[in-house]
Nanobody, 121 residues
């Protein structure tokens, strides 16, 4: 019912920057929370950043380096990543909590397919 398509991953040297984008499409009445998670090889998926109603939350490991932003008109969320470190290497996933109609009370959580970010030292 809803698809999330990510773009912007790639290979970058330590200290460099990347900008990830994610656009949602499909049957959407409202998107409550949008965010970014990441999963490194052999590790669990972890929260990177969330945005909801103008508020943002970040993992301690990315504070002051990453910035999440959102374009509600485009149902899109972005992640500007600066001062990248090798430990930021992971597959990055976009997430969105979506209500499909005005009478839905419980949103559905959707995930993107993931985009690889590799930071070389």
């Amino acid at each position: 019912q809803v698809q999330l398509v990510e773009s912007g991953g790639g290979l970058v040297q330590a200290g460099g920057s990347l900008r990830l984008s994610c656009a949602a499409s499909g049957t959407i009445f409202r998107i409550n929370v949008m965010g970014w998670y990441r999963q490194a090889p052999g590790k669990q998926r972890e929260l990177v950043a969330l945005t909801s109603g103008g508020n943002t939350n970040y993992a301690d490991s990315v504070k002051d380096r990453f910035t999440i932003s959102r374009d509600n008109a485009k149902n899109a969320v972005y992640l500007q990543m600066n001062s990248l470190k090798p430990e930021d290497t992971a597959v990055y996933y976009c997430s969105a909590e979506v209500t499909h109609t005005s009478w839905e009370w419980v949103p559905t959580l959707y995930w993107g397919q993931g985009t690889q970010v590799t930071v070389s030292s």
